[in-house]
């Protein structure tokens, strides 16, 4: 029996990443598009894949059961609506989009096509993170009443090309709010519930050659929770802390080092649980088999398209409070 075919929409970074973490599935067989021909000789070359300069006339031969959108945010929900239409299944990358421009005709396009929509906050696959989703579902604790995101990184070594690509730029999705913060912000939307309003303070401080903003902080509020986000994109160490407290304890989750604990009431120190741990390319892997199991009916996606529009919500009242200084609702952003 012959795989379904993937097309992978987009080259760059990611899109490398993700034609890598398909193949590897074994479950899939993958044709990669991109603009720029040298890509597409690279990614041909690298994982002997077909290759194409035509998005378009892929999505619409006939060929493919799938795409994984993988180009800048401003893109995305044109090209998503293009693949649903022609019967496509889509993983679309973070974050959705830049602007709420064509998201109920997106959404229209799903209901229509009865296909499945899954977007890529890679942060569901974390197994920290996954693990300790799971233990505060046993609501042992109580509910989560406040949380605080603490998050930063050497963005210009870990991607020294970051001033000549989409992130030098908020209108194709840049900025320390749209590229990196909203990871975190979807993520504790998983947990708490959709973010209901946002006062955001942000400044481009450190990084080099762009202008966007590199320092975030956000008070942000849920219907029952608080939550504290602080980040930067200049600091020396790799480092994000998740702290969730509830009456009954606390849980922190330390990426950096594949951790997460508890600390009950009575307790003198934290408790550590280590995560399972992840191999190279690890949790994009997982992020491709959660997919496939998802066209094959066999699982919910890890972040739906309703969870995905929220968390844009989310990337859009952040920088309207930016602007502003006031206070912004998530559901007011147009
Ligand atoms: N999940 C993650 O951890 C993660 C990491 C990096 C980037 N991203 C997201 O992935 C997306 C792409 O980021 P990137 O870092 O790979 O960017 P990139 O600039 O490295 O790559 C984008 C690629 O898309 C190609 N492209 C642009 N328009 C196209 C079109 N119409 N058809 C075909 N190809 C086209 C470009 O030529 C380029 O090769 C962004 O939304 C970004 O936020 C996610």
């Known amino acids: 029996m012959s795989l379904p075919s993937l097309l992978i929409i987009g080259c760059g970074s990611i899109g490398e990443r993700h034609l890598r973490c398909f193949q590897r599935t074994g479950r899939t067989s993958v044709t990669a598009t991109d603009t720029l021909p040298i890509t597409l000789a690279r990614v041909g070359e690298t994982y002997g894949v077909r290759t194409s300069d035509d998005w378009l006339g892929e999505i619409q031969s006939g060929r493919h059961t799938a795409a994984v959108i993988c180009t800048p945010a401003s893109s995305h929900v044109e090209i998503a609506t293009q693949a649903l239409a022609a019967g496509l299944h889509v993983l679309i990358e973070k974050p ?11 959404l229209a396009a799903r209901e229509r096509s009865g296909r499945q929509v899954a977007l890529a906050y890679v942060y569901h696959t974390f197994p920290p993170l996954r693990e300790a989703r799971a233990f505060l579902a046993e609501n042992k604790l109580g509910p ?17 090309a970051y001033a000549k690509t989409y992130y030098r730029d908020r209108r194709t999705g840049g900025g320390a709010i749209q590229d990196a913060l909203t990871h975190a912000a979807n993520w504790i939307e998983s947990v708490l519930g ?69 600390f009950t009431p009575g307790a003198t120190d934290w408790e550590w649980r280590p995560a399972a741990p992840t191999v190279q390319d690890g949790h994009f892997t997982a992020q491709a088999n959660a997919f496939i199991d998802q066209i094959e009916g066999r699982a919910a996606p890890l972040c739906s398209l309703e969870a995905g529009v929220q968390t844009l919500r989310f990337n ?12 912004v609702g998530c559901a007011t952003v147009s």
């Open 194 to 262: 959709p973010t209901e309003s946002v006062l955001c303070d942000c400044a481009h401080l450190a990084l080099p050659d762009v202008e966007v903003e590199d320092t975030v902080s956000i008070a942000a509020r849920h219907a029952h929770a608080h939550c504290h986000y602080s980040l930067n994109q200049f600091q020396a160490p790799n480092e994000s802390y998740l702290q969730l407290n509830a009456a009954a304890g606390s849980i922190r989750i330390e990426l950096h080092r594949q951790r997460w604990g508890t």
């Open 316 to 327: 859009l009242a952040a920088l309207a409070s930016a602007a502003s200084g006031a206070r």
């Open 144 to 160: 989560v009443l406040q949380a605080v995101v603490t998050s930063g990184q050497p963005f210009h070594r870990l991607r020294p």
């Open 96 to 106: 959705l989009s830049q602007s709420l421009a064509g998201i109920a005709e997106l």
